[in-house]
């Protein structure tokens, strides 16, 4: 049987559980699984240990890598140990961010160092970052402010002091600087070879865009034959996305990717009035939806309307939901 060859661009907290139900719904004989990660994070302890030793920052690829090792929930409890009682670097950062910054030192490369990693835990799919050049992320506002680095452009309404923008506005543009970069050859291999590309959930402006800034990425992505799949958020983010709506997300990654896009998959299923309120109370979030106002007609990809949710105290990606609906569109 031969094998689909499955690449996820982007990364977030969720997307640990959504790259385990693509694991557990396509069986290991059917699939090959490669996670390509953003290397613009520069907040609290990944951000500390970067610029302490120069390592590309070890935070997103750990989830990557505990969500495909063989005994994924041991893995992750391990990488996300810390010493209580500690201070400095050893007592704020988790296991993995260690692990990965002693084994980058030893083997002379943050790549070679990570692939060691994934020898260590028996993750026998790729985890790749998407360069391995020092970059930062640089975003406009649309009142025109600038700001360099995630750790700024991610500052909590709590944490007045530290804001340098205002939050309630959406980002216009963005870009990475610093130091040269380019598109990681492994990066590159794996969009050229892939049967489907998925485009993942997640902050849009922080952890999905960042990966398609990368030069040649996008002209990997228009020469790749792979099926390219869109999974829209399902909810905005104030301070990124503040007031956007489903087109405003499809037309922004086409903005820095191309008209790449074949299908674009986005949740219609209805939230609970009272979770509702609590997001745009809280956190001035708002649903992502088809409306019927919206007119896709002249465009090349189709939209897939699918019930994607799993719905608690939180909204977020059902795992096996999505994983189900990407496999549907692998067999079509």
């Known amino acids: 049987m031969k094998k689909t060859n499955i690449t996820v661009i982007g990364w977030w907290a969720w997307s640990f559980n959504v790259l385990y139900g693509l694991k557990t719904v396509f069986s290991r004989e059917e699939r090959d699984l490669r996670a390509i990660i953003a290397m613009t994070d520069s907040g609290w302890t990944t951000?500390?240990?970067?610029?302490?030793?120069?390592?590309?920052?070890?935070?997103?690829?750990?989830r990557a890598v505990a969500a495909l090792?063989?005994?994924?929930?041991?893995?992750?409890?391990l990488f996300e140990y810390r010493f209580s009682g500690e201070c400095g670097v050893i007592g704020w950062n988790k296991i993995w961010n260690i692990l990965l910054t002693a084994l980058a030192d030893i083997k002379w490369s943050f790549e070679s160092g990570l692939d060691e990693a994934c020898k260590m835990f028996d993750t026998e799919w790729q985890v790749i970052p998407v360069t391995l050049e020092d970059v930062h992320l640089w975003v406009k506002f649309e009142d025109g402010t600038e700001v360099i680095g995630e750790k700024n452009i991610d500052v909590s309404d709590k944490n007045d002091f530290e804001r340098t923008h205002n939050t309630n506005q959406n980002i216009i543009d963005a870009f990475l600087v610093w130091w040269a970069w380019n598109l990681n050859?492994?990066?590159?291999?794996?969009?050229?070879?892939?049967?489907?590309?998925?485009?993942?959930?997640?902050?849009?402006y922080t952890s999905i865009i960042p990966n398609l800034l990368s030069p040649w990425m996008k002209e990997a992505l228009k020469e790749t034959k792979a099926k390219i799949v869109y999974v829209c958020n399902i909810m905005t983010k104030k301070w990124e996305t503040t007031t956007y709506e489903l087109p405003d997300f499809i037309d922004?990654?086409?903005?820095?990717?191309?008209?790449?896009?074949?299908?674009?998959?986005?949740n219609n299923w209805n939230i609970s009035d009272e979770l509702i309120e609590k997001y745009i109370m809280e956190e001035w979030k708002k649903t992502?939806?088809?409306?019927?106002?919206?007119?896709?007609?002249?465009?090349?990809?189709?939209?897939?309307?699918?019930?994607?949710?799993?719905?608690?105290?939180?909204v977020r990606h059902d795992p096996e939901k999505l994983a189900r609906v990407i496999r549907e569109i692998v067999l079509s």
Not at 47 to 61: A, C, F
Not at 71 to 77: G, H, Q, S
Request: charged share 30%.
């Open 47 to 62: 951000g500390e240990i970067r610029d302490k030793y120069w390592v590309l920052p070890p935070g997103d690829i750990r």
């Open 69 to 77: 090792a063989p005994d994924t929930w041991f893995v992750r409890k």
């Open 185 to 204: 050859p492994r990066a590159r291999e794996s969009i050229l070879t892939s049967d489907i590309i998925i485009i993942w959930p997640g902050d849009f």
């Open 252 to 266: 922004n990654i086409e903005k820095y990717a191309g008209e790449i896009i074949d299908y674009v998959i986005v």
């Open 288 to 314: 992502v939806k088809m409306e019927k106002t919206h007119n896709f007609l002249s465009k090349k990809y189709k939209i897939i309307n699918a019930d994607l949710i799993n719905e608690s105290d939180v």
